[in-house]
Antibody, heavy 117, light 109 residues
Framework: EVQLVESGGGLVPPGGSLRLSCVAS????????MHWVRQAPGKGLVWVSR????????TYADYVKGRFTISRDNAKNTLYLQMNSLRAEDTAVYYC??????????WGQGTLVTVSS | EIVLTQSPGTLSLSPGERATLSCRAS???????LAWYQQRPGQAPRLLIY???SRATGIPDRFSGSGSGTDFTLTISRLEPEDFAVYYC??????????FGQGTKVEIK
């Protein structure tokens, strides 16, 4: 089955760190760009970061630049998001998504990150 | 930043009716860079339409996309019960590279 499964979310205090993982199956992970997209409770979708197929090209949204790091391990079919210096406004469901033709053609079920003391 | 503005915010319709959702961009887009997603309550988004008018795999033909430049439309020809959801448009280009509209909720009247 073609799918993405995220894990690693949870409750973390402001200033804390968390590492999200996304395991891909059913397709050739190493051939695809991958993204993280987040959704604050009751709000819309916001793109966070993307990484190209070999990890050699990475971009971030300005509001996470310098705090979040995206990476991938193609041998393990896994995408990561290291999140440091977390703020209350980072509270959201974080989705990993496969890059399609300038869009996101496959989504995971999401993992909830709550930043609160 | 390219801003996408979706209208209306909420669309109240009955099953069987036609839904027309609008997405307007703050500057002209290549049609290749416009997509639509459906998000049902408690679920992840799902790609419906890409390159403005192509249906994604497994998407019923009651969903269609059209438009060019700054004005794009998602049409659902006859609403089924499972179509009541939130719909987002998305574009690629500029900084940040990917942006979404704020969403249109299609609710049962």
């Amino acid at each position: 089955e073609v799918q993405l499964v995220e894990s690693g979310g949870g409750l973390v205090p402001p200033g804390g760190s968390l590492r999200l993982s996304c395991v891909a199956s059913g397709f050739t992970f190493s051939s695809n760009w991958m993204h993280w997209v987040r959704q604050a409770p009751g709000k819309g979708l916001v793109w966070v970061s993307r990484i190209n197929n070999d990890g050699g090209s990475i971009t971030y949204a300005d509001y996470v630049k310098g705090r979040f790091t995206i990476s991938r391990d193609n041998a393990k079919n896994t995408l990561y998001l290291q999140m440091n210096s977390l703020r209350a406004e980072d509270t959201a469901v974080y989705y990993c998504a496969r890059g399609g033709h300038y869009n996101f053609d496959l989504w995971g079920q999401g993992t909830l990150v709550t930043v609160s003391s | 930043e390219i801003v996408l503005t979706q209208s209306p915010g909420t669309l109240s319709l009955s099953p069987g009716e036609r839904a027309t959702l609008s997405c307007r961009a703050s500057q002209s887009l290549s049609s290749s860079y416009l997509a639509w997603y459906q998000q049902r309550p408690g679920q992840a988004p799902r790609l419906l339409i890409y390159v403005a008018s192509s249906r994604a795999t497994g998407i019923p033909d009651r969903f269609s996309g059209s438009g060019s430049g700054t004005d794009f439309t998602l049409t659902i020809s006859r609403l089924e019960p499972e179509d009541f959801a939130v719909y987002y448009c998305q574009q690629y280009g500029g900084s940040p590279e990917w942006t979404f509209g704020q969403g249109t909720k299609v609710e049962i009247k």
